[in-house]
């Protein structure tokens, strides 16, 4: 019986896909990550944050066979470099000077997101081939001057480079929830006991987020489960004192005088999940996420109307955390939370995982960043047995904090023969230098085996 063709699609709107069907692809995945669901994508459309007016047109781009949907990726026609985190500005200028046009272009990518994982969905490996060959030929016929896949994971990278992509390494900063095995006992620090307390979950009482006390902090049900390894090979960090005890003397003296600093200017934490984020609660993390937007100058990314369709299609993947002080919010900081299988091989062995996203605050308090956006999450995933914590992009301070650097990747394609050509020795000299830049960052480990 003949194989039935398979048939490319390209769609303006996600809403033109199955939803069922998109979300059952990424499950195949092996790093599948909630932002690449269909109810993410057609929340950032369906809510004016990324469509053609903010500089984002959608062609989402699938392959289907005999019904069956077997290869999927969220391509976007760009009119400008805004919001990828994978920086060609150079790249456009150097267009331009030479009265060439860099727009429109086309990027396979989460708009605003700048989370590694599965960018070319597909069923198998000649799938992934085929939807690259596809992206290669729709970017022939459209006339965009390059196609960018960004933050992609290994098996995308791999496909595009067998079809003769260049490809392009960033580092991020992720925290991991492993305790080192050291020579000495742990537990002869000292406790924190003597900070403020900072931190209820929900609206209950206060519980202290430093010291032993973590450990009231009521489990996830099931998903704390997912957080350990097959056979028990990893040991997780008991709480946020053994964790600074991973820690070389001068940051772990460092987070603390920074925890203490905010827990004297009287702020203390609460935290809600899911349905428990109400709508005052949604409401109150926008304005300040805005007002920290416009404290910068720049409007931002996302509108309410998108937090709106997270809460009522994603409510499960989001984490809130609220700082008041003199009993009123203050500051707020958002981090989603998602549990996928490790590999698509493995039916049991699960990875909880948080992503930091968004924050903003209505009012000045030292470290009072420091404690939203990296202590009280990386305090709530070692209490709830969460194994990586992904900082975003950019910023070397988080090596201070232990997010300690991991490299990225993107894949690149220019249609033009001389500029692909510079593109690729400028490529190949910067990636030398990221190499010699990761290799410096892990002397400067802050944890005390590299003391």
Same mark, same amino acid.
């Given at each position: ?50 469509? /053609? ?107 595009? @480079? ?55 902090? /009521? ?109 009123? /919010? ?84 220019? @249609? ?36």
């Amino acid at each position: 019986m003949t194989e039935a063709a398979i048939i490319t699609r390209v769609s303006d709107s996600l809403q033109d896909i199955d939803a069922a069907a998109w979300n059952a692809l990424l499950a195949l995945q092996n790093h599948p990550t909630p932002f690449m669901r269909h109810e993410y994508l057609a929340a950032l459309e369906a809510s004016g944050s990324a469509t /053609p007016r903010t500089g984002w047109a959608p062609r989402f781009l699938t392959l289907w066979q005999g019904g069956d949907l077997v290869a999927a990726c969220p391509l976007y026609l760009k009119s400008h470099s805004y919001g990828e985190y994978v920086f060609d500005w150079t790249w456009a200028n150097a267009y331009a000077e030479h009265g060439l046009p860099y727009y429109p272009k086309a990027v396979v990518a989460v708009p605003f997101t700048p989370v590694p994982g599965t960018r070319l969905m597909a069923r198998d490996a000649g799938a992934r081939a085929a939807l690259v060959q596809a992206l290669n030929a729709w970017c022939d016929e459209a006339g965009v001057s390059s196609l960018h896949v960004l933050f992609a994971a290994d098996e995308d990278l791999d496909a595009c @480079a067998q079809a003769g992509l260049m490809l392009r390494q960033t580092v991020q900063f992720h925290w991991k929830n492993v305790a080192p095995t050291l020579g000495t006992g742990v537990s002869s620090l000292p406790p924190e006991g003597a900070l403020a307390a900072l931190g209820r979950p929900g609206g209950g009482s206060a519980a202290p987020t430093l010291g032993t006390g973590v450990s009231s902090l /009521p489990p996830e049900g099931a998903l704390a489960a997912f957080g350990s390894a097959p056979g028990g090979g990893s040991v997780d960090y008991r709480d946020f004192d053994d964790f600074l005890s991973s820690l070389n003397q001068e940051k772990r003296k460092k987070i603390r005088q920074e925890r203490r600093r905010v827990a004297q200017a009287g702020v203390t934490f609460r935290w809600l999940r899911g349905a428990d984020i109400q709508a005052d609660d949604w409401d109150f993390f926008y304005r300040c996420y805005e007002h920290t937007y416009l404290e910068h100058g720049n409007p931002p990314y996302l509108t309410r109307d998108f937090f709106r369709r997270m809460a009522e299609h994603m409510p499960e993947t989001w984490l809130l955390f609220v700082a008041e002080r003199h009993g009123q /919010p203050i500051a707020s900081s958002l981090i989603a939370v998602s549990a996928y299988q490790s590999s698509a091989a493995s039916q049991k062995h699960y990875e909880l995982v948080a992503y930091g996203r968004y924050w903003g605050a209505l009012e000045r308090v030292d470290c009072l960043h420091f404690e939203a956006c990296y202590y009280q999450p990386l305090q709530w995933c070692i209490a709830h047995g969460v194994q990586r914590f992904e900082g975003g992009a950019q910023g070397e301070h988080k090596m201070a904090r232990a997010l300690l650097p991991v490299p990225t990747r993107s894949a690149h394609w220019l @249609a033009h023969p001389a500029f692909a050509d510079a593109v690729d020795r400028y490529l190949q000299r910067e990636t030398a230098g990221m190499e010699q830049y990761l290799e410096h960052l892990q002397t400067r480990s802050p944890l005390r085996s590299h003391a």
